[in-house]
């Protein structure tokens, strides 16, 4: 069955990076996409990026741009999702997702979460 | 870029009722392009339905979804004590998704 594990929590000052794996099981990881979406403390979801994971292209978020990284390692099928310049409002839950883009897109698997927290 | 607004923000009903969630885009969106997600507390977001009426793997009948263009509805027809929860809708255009802000239903 198709599975999405996601690294455990982390704790960060503000201005600092965080990098958070999603490693993906049970499909083939380079027929899809992986969207990493953002859920600060009770608010909404928020759309941060695309990552395609057979060729490595990426879209990401306006607001975001120049702070996040999105990669995959198709040898361990897993993808990363690495922000910059830590503020407080990046306090959330990050989720990585599997994504199908094309004739329906939709994100069909979601991991189970990691919550980072920027304080100092 | 596209803005989705949920309404009502909060549905009060009792289960087996039917529930009525409505998702306005600010601009057309291809019925293809419209899909619908549920969460609980402490969850990950379930997909529900794509292409606006599609439901995914596993999800009962009476999870339905509709519309075209700028308004879209997710109806629920009998409510069963597990789907007291927030749904989200979301929009794909330009590489990008967006979400509305969320319709919480709860338990009258």
């Known amino acids: 069955q198709v599975q999405l594990v996601q690294s455990g929590a982390e704790v960060k000052k503000p201005g600092a990076s965080v990098k958070v794996s999603c490693k993906a099981s049970g499909y083939t990881f380079t027929s899809y996409g992986i969207s990493w979406v953002r859920q600060a403390p009770g608010q909404g979801l928020e759309w941060m990026g695309w990552?395609?994971?057979?060729?490595?292209?990426?879209n990401y978020a306006q607001k975001l741009q120049g702070r996040v990284t999105m990669t995959t390692d198709t040898s361990t099928s897993t993808a990363y999702m690495e922000l910059r310049s830590l503020r407080s409002d990046d306090t959330a839950v990050y989720y990585c997702?599997?994504?199908?883009?094309?004739?329906?897109?939709?994100?069909?698997?979601w991991g189970q979460g990691t919550l980072v927290t920027v304080s100092s | 870029e596209i803005v989705l607004t949920q309404s009502p923000g909060t549905l009060s009903l009792s289960p087996g009722e039917r529930a009525t969630l409505s998702c306005r885009a600010s601009q057309s969106v291809s019925s293809s392009y419209l899909a619908w997600y549920q969460q609980k507390p402490g969850q990950a977001p379930r997909l529900l339905i794509y292409g606006a009426s599609s439901r995914a793997t596993g999800i009962p009948d009476r999870f339905s979804g509709s519309g075209s263009g700028t308004d879209f509805t997710l109806t629920i027809s009998r409510l069963e004590p597990e789907d007291f929860a927030v749904y989200y809708c979301q929009q794909y255009g330009s590489s990008a998704w967006t979400f509305g802000q969320g319709t919480k239903v709860e338990i009258k």
């Open positions: 997702t599997r994504s199908i883009v094309g004739a329906m897109p939709h994100l069909d698997y």
């Open positions: 990552i395609s994971a057979y060729n490595g292209n990426t």
